[in-house]
């Protein structure tokens, strides 16, 4: 079984910054094998595409809505993946759910990701 739990999520002024974490575990669970992703969704809307990274993080991808304010990383000897959020915006605010994908890119396909954490809380004040 795998388990991804994300934490880090909380209240933030605009023009403020977090940093999310991603714990991921499982037996059999070989977190260096995956491509892993962020994603965010407010109520009522479609899940949103923030950044993936795969597997050595030799490669990132990111929504042009995001670029240059987002910053994923990984530590596959902790297991860990991270969403560095900085300059922070009302919109923003949404629950952020970390993923895994066997699929080789950075891809955004909501589709592709096979394990989902249960998602944590973001949100921006004005």
């Known amino acids: 079984q795998v388990q991804l739990v994300e934490f880090g999520g909380g209240l933030v002024q605009v023009g403020g910054s977090l940093r999310l974490s991603c714990a991921a575990s499982?037996?059999?669970?070989?977190?260096?094998?995956?491509?892993m992703g962020w994603f965010r969704q407010v109520p009522g809307k479609e899940r949103e595409f923030v950044a993936a990274i795969t597997r050595i993080g030799d490669s990132i991808r990111y929504p042009d809505s995001m670029k240059g304010r987002f910053t994923i990383s990984r530590d596959n000897a902790k297991n860990m993946v991270y969403l560095q959020m900085n300059s922070l915006k009302p919109e923003d605010t949404a629950v952020y759910y970390c993923?895994?994908?066997?699929?080789?890119?950075?891809?955004?396909?909501?589709?592709?990701?096979?394990?989902w954490g249960q998602g944590t809380q973001v949100t921006v004040s004005s």
């Open positions: 499982g037996r059999t669970f070989s977190f260096s094998r995956y491509t």
């Open positions: 993923a895994a994908s066997t699929v080789v890119g950075p891809t955004g396909r909501i589709s592709a990701y096979d394990y």
